[in-house]
DNA sequence: CTGAAAGCGCTTACAG
DNA sequence: CTGAAAGCGCTTACAG
């Protein structure tokens, strides 16, 4: 991988010129695609790159264009709480190869340590952008790159900073579709169990929630919105209580996502309660176990790949100030069994549930 | 962050060796911390640095050393699976933290697309070795890291190729401790509910399982060994079969990690079965929520930065060929509430249950 | 303890 | 369509 191996000279760009007998120039242009060489030329060079197992040394290249091709990714310091939340890595992995489609890589870089130590691996490096692929409204390094006037984008937190870009999926409106679906079909006694309070989507998510019910008005005889982290164990203690509470138990449970939908499904399986009949659920992320849950779980699919992408041509195909200056994705609801149909008045003729939208 | 930001000038070797009235052979032997510069003249130009805002420029260095500071970091193409596994996240942390504390970077490759691409990546930018931290017998990439032979650490899977090197935990160790800790307290009919066999740590953890189960001998009169994903809701729907099984349920369950054995602690729950009273349960990898499930887990503790940092040095401090070819590191054994005591016979005089390791 | 100079492997005006 | 040459920001023998 190293490309001073020891033993072998390694083919550099003037082994190339020497051999077909061109100037370097000649060879950088075919190199780089650049018009000017002749057809003839270009395909001879090409071939023998193939023969003599050439591959541009990208540090030499980035001394003399100025531009690393390296896109930083930073995750935030408070990584326990991200880690449990398994979007993180397809993510990174989005990024990744958006980034590797445009002839960039990526630099990761965890902000465990200093703020400071961060922000100099990144300017070291040179690193043409960065992206926050788990931004949130705390995190210091926002209003560090901010004043450093660095291209940043970030992902899954819509900020107000002007220096700042990001790209997020409408965490909110699905919520609020998802909730009035529950409503359309009957349900009347609502309770969102969402994530916590400090991570963007989960915020966005009971916005939406709390937002149909507003509009529901007195359709809603009931409604209440509850905090937990992503986890479906403690999600089955917390839905247990509410499940057994002295006031009557929700019709409908909104999830902050499938983690802990499923911790929801499973209390209600062990209290007896059925699902969908007597209950709906509804998760949030589509991980594998929502197809497989019993039953299986109507959730919401965020663009992970699409964000990805955005995100990365956001930072190589505007400069900093053009617009855009957000992209919102759309996100994918899949009806499942776990919200089917309508709870107590037997099925009116034209209603709600909705066909053609489920997978 | 780009050094060639519009504008501003990037301070270079240069500007510092005029201010200072130096050459640039005394800036570059202060800034790589060499000998053979007084030390007043280091002083200045350590302050300078500072008021200048100098920092080096890392491509114009790699480029003329031929050592790129860059540890490649490969996640394999089959990245749904590990994505569940929460490790991983806080074990990229310590690889780059570890990293970073050598004054290397990490350039991040998702290998989703051909294998071609990603070795191309790391080559183009001469990485100085790539760890695998979430390496599996089956990836395709560990032949080709060997033949080309190129510095190479996995972490968590014990690979023969000679090429390559290794650094793991001892999960066998951990799961056969866990297992005799069952049986020394009384447990008799025990089962193993364990992670999927390509991951090579579940299958250690079954094996340690196994090898307790052997030693036992009679005073075990049932066991088995069971493969599930690592999932908690899967792992309750398993357990609930298991746990109902008509010729009995077992008194202890040995989980390949906590997300499977959250799951059966709900089951245990919903079918009234106490814990640890009738049944003892222990997960693996001491996740957050394995300190507030009820009852609390006993868990194995993976030395998560150290085996980020046991991967970074050998990958740096070692030449290829150099021993060691591998570094085993221990697991702590976390013993909690889900495991106390003994089951039926009263607890005997001196026995077992072990004091100190708890925490 | 310090400096002058060549070189790392590219790109890019500029000239033809 | 092609080439000669300067330059990107460092490091490193070599000489003093």
């Known amino acids: 991988m190293a490309k001073g191996e020891p033993g072998e000279h390694n083919v550099t760009i003037h082994d190339i010129a ?19 060489v002749g057809a003839e030329t270009r395909a001879r060079l090409e071939r023998l790159f193939a023969e003599l197992g050439y591959s541009v040394n990208v540090q030499a290249q980035q001394l003399s264009t100025g531009r690393s091709k390296l896109i930083g990714v930073v995750f935030p310091v408070e990584i326990s709480r991200i880690v449990l939340h398994p979007v993180y890595l397809p993510l990174l992995g989005a990024v990744g190869d958006a980034a590797a489609e445009r002839g960039h890589a990526v630099l990761l870089a965890t902000s465990s340590g200093h703020l400071d130590q961060t922000l100099d691996v990144l300017h070291r490096h040179g690193v043409d952008g960065v992206i926050l692929p788990a931004a949130g409204p705390a995190d210091p390094l926002l209003g560090a790159l901010a004043d450093l006037e660095a291209r940043t984008v970030l992902i899954g937190h819509r900020t107000d900073e002007p220096q700042l870009r990001w790209v997020d999926s409408d965490h909110d409106v699905a919520a609020y579709r998802l909730t009035r679906h529950l409503i359309d079909n009957g349900r009347r006694r609502l309770v969102h169990l969402g994530g916590p309070g400090d991570v963007s989507a989960a915020v966005l998510r009971a916005k939406g929630f709390v937002q149909a019910i507003e509009e529901a008005g007195t359709r809603v005889s009931f409604a209440a919105v509850e905090q937990i982290s992503f986890n479906s164990s403690l999600a089955a203690a917390r839905a247990r209580s509410i499940l057994t509470h002295p006031d009557g138990p929700p019709d409908g449970i909104v999830c902050g996502s499938d983690l802990i939908a499923s911790g929801v499904l499973l209390a209600a399986r062990e209290l007896g309660i059925s699902v969908p009949g007597d209950l709906a659920v509804t998760g949030f992320d589509d991980l594998e176990l929502a197809a497989h849950t019993a039953p299986p779980l109507t959730s919401v699919r965020m663009p992970l790949r699409e964000l990805g992408a955005a995100a990365v041509s956001m930072l190589l195909d505007y400069p900093n100030g053009v617009s855009p200056r957000s992209v919102l994705l759309n996100q994918e609801i899949l009806y499942r069994e776990s919200t089917e149909g309508p709870r107590q008045p037997p099925r009116a003729g034209g209603t709600s549930h909705k066909p053609g939208e489920s997978q």
Chains 1, 2 share one sequence.
């Open 18 to 36: 020497r051999q077909a007998g061109v100037s370097v120039a000649t060879v950088s242009r075919v190199i780089n695609q650049q018009p000017g």
